[in-house]
T-cell receptor
Framework: QKEVEQNSGPLSVPEGAIASLNCTYS??????FFWYRQYSGKSPELIMSIYSNGDKEDGRFTAQLNKASQYVSLLIRDSQPSDSATYLCAVKRNGNNRLAFGKGNQVVVIP | GAVVSQHPSWVICKSGTSVKIECRSL??????MFWYRQFPKQSLMLMATSNEGSKATYEQGVEKDKFLINHASLTLSTLTVTSAHPEDSSFYIC???????????FGPGTRLTVT
């Protein structure tokens, strides 16, 4: 079982719609969860971090964490063409330096 | 805040030569920095973790004598690719984590082409 799994993409959404991305992780000791956005040819950019169960909203982004079910999700509301990118889920265990990354989900927002 | 820079942004070198890439945290102190490599359309691959003032920890399969990492200060880590070969051509990205924080911030990356 992979440490972090993201469902296969790409995900095509019309402009203005909600894009929903899911991520599951295998290690129950994981405590810190992140979503990164990576444009083609660029490095990842941190867009959300979440540490406790529930929802966390930042602008058009909402991260949701459910530790009991070991999943974390990202919602992008009012999707814009500039949101077209690959979204990486990353998980960190307390006391462990490294992040475990999922393979990423490509999102394509269609004008 | 939380800006990480890398230099150079791209470099072309001849096979057999060495290349040094710098990674700097501009507005925070980073006890830990990470070096990744990414081939086209592939996932990020962690190469090594470096802590200021100590030896880097390399991931399995990464040659420590080929990829020399130095983390000499809380704001600077360097990666030197020694005796570069065309198969070392890749996108090298560093990231840094502030002391006492969980978030990791990435630099813009360095595109290395070995001819």
């Amino acid at each position: 079982q992979k440490e972090v799994e993201q469902n296969s993409g790409p995900l095509s959404v019309p402009e203005g719609a909600i894009a929903s991305l899911n991520c599951t992780y295998s290690d129950r000791g994981s405590q810190s969860f992140f979503w990164y956005r990576q444009y083609s040819g660029k490095s990842p950019e941190l867009i959300m971090s979440i540490y406790s169960n529930g929802d966390k909203e930042d602008g058009r982004f909402t991260a949701q964490l459910n530790k009991a079910s070991q999943y974390v999700s990202l919602l992008i509301r009012d999707s814009q063409p500039s949101d077209s990118a690959t979204y990486l889920c990353a998980v960190k265990r307390n006391g462990n330096n490294r992040l475990a990354f999922g393979k990423g989900n490509q999102v394509v927002v269609i004008p | 805040g939380a800006v990480v820079s890398q230099h150079p942004s791209w470099v072309i070198c001849k096979s057999g030569t060495s290349v040094k890439i710098e990674c700097r945290s501009l507005d925070f102190q980073a006890t830990t920095m990470f070096w990744y490599r990414q081939f086209p359309k592939q996932s990020l691959m962690l190469m090594a973790t470096s802590n200021e003032g100590s030896k880097a920890t390399y991931e399995q399969g990464v040659e420590k004598d080929k990829f020399l990492i130095n983390h000499a200060s809380l704001t600077l880590s360097t990666l030197t690719v020694t005796s570069a070969h065309p198969e070392d051509s890749s996108f090298y990205i560093c990231s840094a984590r502030g002391t006492g924080y969980h978030e990791q911030y990435f630099g813009p990356g360095t595109r290395l082409t070995v001819t």
